[in-house]
């Protein structure tokens, strides 16, 4: 696992309308608000550059872009965000949270789009530089009930969303899957019931990382 002496890296991943953009968003609230110094990233996009990417990756208009290109595209955002981005703040000893990192690549172009997950390790390796979570809080919510929330957002970035509900659930059983791999670094939360209530639950995973 990647470490730095000084910075921690925590990223939320989830199924789509799961809620883990919020949470992100809380954490990143409560730590600058005890004083800690805090990078917030989202992907795709994160960098200038990658919120170019991002608009590609998400326009539904783009329907005719192919899982490879999707998952190059994807890995091209990450590879700026890390470079410009994430290792600078982790060696200034911030605390970067991330809305969405690698483990969203395994679970919605290499199970979803079944270009496999060995496919996904290997851009990883070139694209990440080794650079791996110290901790991942993926929030849960069923794919049904997480759609119907993320189409109430009246989002216009919505070309992944729109997939058919059996891609949603192939990326989901993903998540499961990376928990019951990783149980030290990869921890699902329920997503269920008030943001407040999650937080309290993520707080819980959080704490004995940097406390």
Not at 140 to 148: C, F, N, P, Q, V
Not at 180 to 204: C, M, N, Q, S, Y
Request: with cysteine; aromatic share 6%; glycine share 10%.
């Amino acid at each position: 696992m990647f470490t730095t002496s000084r910075g921690r890296f925590i990223t939320f991943e989830g199924p789509d309308g799961s809620g883990k953009s919020t949470q992100a968003r809380m954490l990143a609230e409560r730590l600058r608000g005890e004083g800690r110094p805090v990078l917030e990233s989202a992907e795709p996009g994160g960098t200038p550059i990658g919120q170019q990417i991002r608009r590609i990756l998400l326009d539904p208009a783009n329907r005719e872009l192919t899982p490879i290109a999707e998952l190059l595209l994807m890995f091209a955002a990450r590879a700026q965000n890390v470079e410009q981005w994430i290792l600078p703040a982790l060696a200034q000893g911030k605390i970067v949270i991330s809305d969405r990192f690698t483990d969203s690549s395994v679970a919605y172009q290499g199970a979803g789009r079944g270009l496999g997950w060995e496919t996904v390790v290997e851009l990883d390796r070139i694209a990440c530089q080794g650079l791996v979570p110290d901790l991942t809080i993926c929030v849960d919510i069923d794919s049904e009930t997480g759609l119907a929330r993320a189409a109430g957002r009246g989002s216009s970035e919505t070309r992944l969303e729109e997939q058919a509900i059996e891609f949603h659930r192939k990326a989901r059983d993903a998540y499961h899957e990376l928990a019951r791999r990783e149980p030290r670094r990869f921890h699902l939360i329920d997503g269920r019931g008030t943001p407040e209530g999650v937080a309290a639950k993520v707080w819980e995973e959080i704490a004995p990382l940097i406390t």
